[in-house]
């Protein structure tokens, strides 16, 4: 089993539709948690940062972890066509020199 | 801004060339990595390295090795290219402790014939 479970998708909503991305993991040491945007032909970009339990907000996104179910979240509120990417769940904690644990992305498309 | 940039964003080469891919960060960061990235797979790390002249094998490191002489650059190179290294292959680059953030530079994209 993986250390982190992420549902590869692929995912596709109308504009404007909420969209809730997931991952579930396993280490119990995790206590770093992110999500990262990609889109195609570029390298991934930190979209958001949580440490700990609870929720974190930034403009239409937010991000919410449940370190007691080991799982994470990410809601994409009013969702518009350039937030089709690929999304990936990152994770670390109890591990060294910074080293972070993926989840296998989600691909998303919103559609006009 | 932190700013990650990796020397070819698109390159081909043919079986049993050797292949250097350089990356170079300008934030004084501790720790570089470097991972390749294909379809169904994910990320995969390859090998990383938290201080100059230091590196750890990641999850898959044959037929890969690295070279940092300096801080800010990593460089990953193929000893003889075959063609299931043909990939997207990245390389990040974090501070020392705490949160463990990773940034990213854009990908080279490598066919190998």
């Known amino acids: 089993q993986k250390e982190v479970e992420q549902d590869p998708g692929p995912l596709s909503v109308p504009e404007g539709a909420i969209v809730s991305l997931n991952c579930t993991y396993s280490n119990s040491a995790f206590q770093y948690f992110m999500w990262y945007r990609q889109y195609s032909r570029k390298g991934p970009e930190l979209l958001m940062y949580t440490y700990s339990s609870g929720n974190k907000e930034d403009g239409r996104f937010t991000a919410q972890v449940d370190k007691s179910s080991k799982y994470i979240s990410l809601f994409i509120r009013d969702s518009q066509p350039s937030d089709s990417a690929t999304y990936l769940c990152a994770m670390s904690g109890g591990t060294s020199y910074g080293k972070l644990t993926f989840g296998q992305g989600t691909i998303l498309t919103v559609h006009p | 801004d932190v700013k990650v940039t990796q020397s070819s964003r698109y390159l081909v080469k043919r079986t049993g060339e050797k292949v250097f891919l350089e990356c170079v960060q300008d934030?004084?960061?501790?720790?570089m990595f470097w991972y390749r990235q294909d379809p169904g797979l994910g990320l995969r790390l390859i090998y990383f390295s938290y201080d100059v002249k230091m590196k750890e094998k990641g999850d898959i490191p044959e037929g890969y090795s690295v070279s940092r002489e300096k801080k800010e650059r990593f460089s990953l190179i193929l000893e003889s290219a075959s063609t299931n290294q043909t990939s997207m292959y990245l390389c990040?680059?974090?501070?020392?402790?705490?949160?463990?953030?990773?940034?990213f530079g854009p990908g080279t994209r490598l066919t190998v014939l």
């Open positions: 990040a680059s974090s501070e020392d402790g705490g949160r463990n953030t990773q940034y």
């Open positions: 934030m004084d960061h501790e720790n």
